[in-house]
């Protein structure tokens, strides 16, 4: 019960993203890679040399890759070259049909307020500087963090009003979650 | 040589100490936190003891529990590792307590080098020139920002008891000595407890360069080479080398004879590291004390590499009180290593640390490779230690050889689910700075935009989804022929318990030479 072909990838690496179709042969063994869309999509034949549950060796345009890869969501992390990319199953109608899927998606989301401030990596909070109701000006060190021996100042990106404090000192923050809402002076 | 040796660390480190005692046929006993039960370094060891919550400061860096664990392994010597309780002189002051022997040296020595400003009185004394400075005895923020402006702009505050780069604040001028002070003092007390600070001039475009020594009791002092420590972020290593490329002989001479110097000086024992900063590389190029570090360090492979000493094995031999059985001829270093050090981190994002679950994992190897690791697929990445994962040692004839081949293996490496810093290390070696040997420990800021931006070519991008397509396939099949109906994707998150339990979660569809 193979899954009915093609495969819609999403390819990110680092800031660049690219849509990619995977049409498959007679056999599993040889791909028609199709990149991007429209008069700009370019097609590659890939032949797989070898694929296990963890690592594909791909033979493309003269050359030979060996992709390692981990499951991840509907999609991959995957590592050829030294460089890093996310692979997501990207849906026939775009990205944003498939928005709900993303496991990660909730936690974003929660980040979506533009006037909340929000931890930019796992870290403990070591010291908050203001209250609800402070008022501060762009630059203000308003909490501190530490992770890995290191300290990081969260400092206010624009003047205004602190309208609350979401974490206590000690607490451990996962990457975005909000710290403290700004409300921006206007 | 000893019962049983406790190592006192945890991550890479851990498990390159157990690996040097399991040659020498000493057994060894692991600690670990409530954040490490499945790390590597527990499985590397014949017994482990739990020390503690994950916050070091109940586990790894409690000297009491550290001492304990000892008692209660059996154990009759304790090794620290780097970082943690390597460099604190009450753990060798406990261990002789407790009748333990203490890999390193003496709880004094330690003490003296600890703090950085009597580590340079130490060096003055015995005729070694240190980064021209300041050390005031008034400690208040007028008696720093005095000494500051005797120095000169630019300057560096750096804490007294602190080390290995942590807690440094660089001051441009007058203008940011006042909030410089502050975060300085903070860092300082939060890193190393203590918030004494002394100042360095910072000298434009130095070198870091540093020379590894090792004392017997029997009055021999070993230095084994330099290593050229300048490709730094943040003040952190990220490659090193060994010998430091471009030196001239009378420079590396004299390098080396400061190196002994201080170290004869200081009645020193075991393995230790002179680090100087050098600006110029001819005979008569600028040559400053920077600080010595009293322990095993993070690049000590290289080292290991030239030279063909195991550092921790002389480390074991010289605590046993033995006399260490090299001549200076036998250790005279031979070609050349570079180790490229593999953090979780960001590099793209201002190098912040990343915490995380490791989904997949692949090491190189292949002539001249040596990978030292903590990690595996599955590992946890705590948030509460250091993010270095691994690091990648390549030794080749010339610089240029060693050179090739890390930039070949860091292609193989492959950290799966967490950022790391893999991609900037290869585009660093690649760089025609590197490659001609032009760093300096602004290395990393003055290239930042063309080690970390840039995009991949869409051949391999089509290359990814390739593979993508094809383990995804894979998978179908094995699924739908494993269980039938039902047999869909696993569940977003299962990628780690897969990992962890392989084929046999799905030993249905498994056979012998499935390709």
Redesign the interface.
Known sequence: ???PRP?R?L?T????S?R?R?L?GAD?AV?E?E?GGGDAA?T?T?A?V???????V?A??G?S?????????????????????T?EGAAEAGPAAHAGDD?NEAERSETADPDALAA?????V?AILVQPGTVVEAGDTLLRL???????AIRAPSPGRVTSVECRVGD?VQPGRPLVTLDPAR | MFTRVLIANRGEIAVRIARTCRTLGIPTAAVFSDADRNARHVAACGAAVHIGAAPASESYLSVGRIIDAARASGADAVHAGYGFLSEDPSLPAACADAGLTFIGPPAEVIARFGSKINARRAARDAGVQVVPGGEPADQSEAGIAAAARRTGFPLILKPSAGGGGKGMVTVRDDDELAESIARARREALATAGDGTLYVERRIARPRHVEVQVVADRHGSVLQLGERDCSTQRRHQKVIEESPAPGLSPGLRARLAAAAVGVARHASYENAGTVEFLIDGTGDDAGCYFLEMNTRLQVEHPITELVTGVDLVEAQLIVAAGRPLPWSAAEVAPRGHAIECRVYAEDPAGDYLPQAGTIAGYHEPSGPGIRVDSGVSTGSDVPVHYDPLLAKLAAAGRTREQARRRAHAALGEFAVLGLQTNIRLLRRVLAHEAFVTSDVHTGFLADHEKALIGGEPDEVTLAAIAAAASAVQSKHNRRTSAGSGAGADRHPPGDAVRDARTGVWSRLAGWRLGDR
């Open positions: 019960m193979t899954e495969e990838w390819v690496c680092g800031a660049a690219r990619i995977c498959g599993d791909l890679i990149i370019r590659l890939a797989i070898s694929c296990s549950e963890d690592t594909c791909v493309i345009a050359q890759l060996v992709v390692r890869l981990a499951a991840r969501g509907d999609g991959f992390d995957a590592m050829a070259d030294g460089e890093t990319f692979v496991p930019p990596m796992p870290a403990a070591s530490e992770a890995m021996k290191m300290e990081l451990l």
